[in-house]
């Protein structure tokens, strides 16, 4: 009886490992995922999100935003304050938002 115990715990174990490692994979993915997604915005591959880029992604998508709402929106997700968005605050602002 004792081992069956034994062996019932380090299935447990076992198993609460399994699952660690697979919300690690999915977050990587996910990660991964919204990454891509950044690159589609970062048009000329510098590695950031300007407000050029970020014009022309509300262009395509037919959003009819001012020059002051784009600075905005940077502004909002601009944590360092170059003017730009980095790939991080780009996660951070998805997060935040619920799309991530």
Same mark, same amino acid.
């Given at each position: 009886m004792r081992s069956s115990t034994s062996r019932k $715990? =380090? @299935?447990v174990k076992k198993s609460a490992r399994g699952s660690d490692s697979e919300e690690k994979k999915n977050e990587s993915r996910a990660r991964d995922d919204f990454l891509n997604s950044f690159e589609l915005f970062d048009d000329d591959g510098k590695g950031? !999100? @300007?407000f050029k880029d #970020? *014009? =022309?992604v509300a262009q395509e998508l037919g959003e009819d935003m001012t020059d002051t709402e784009i $600075?905005?929106?940077i502004n909002e997700a601009d944590l360092d304050g170059d003017g730009e968005i980095s790939p991080d605050e780009f996660l951070r !602002? #998805? *997060?935040r938002t619920k799309l991530a």
């Amino acid at each position: 009886m004792r081992s069956s115990t034994s062996r019932k $715990k =380090r @299935s447990v174990k076992k198993s609460a490992r399994g699952s660690d490692s697979e919300e690690k994979k999915n977050e990587s993915r996910a990660r991964d995922d919204f990454l891509n997604s950044f690159e589609l915005f970062d048009d000329d591959g510098k590695g950031t !999100i @300007s407000f050029k880029d #970020l *014009k =022309r992604v509300a262009q395509e998508l037919g959003e009819d935003m001012t020059d002051t709402e784009i $600075k905005e929106m940077i502004n909002e997700a601009d944590l360092d304050g170059d003017g730009e968005i980095s790939p991080d605050e780009f996660l951070r !602002i #998805l *997060k935040r938002t619920k799309l991530a």
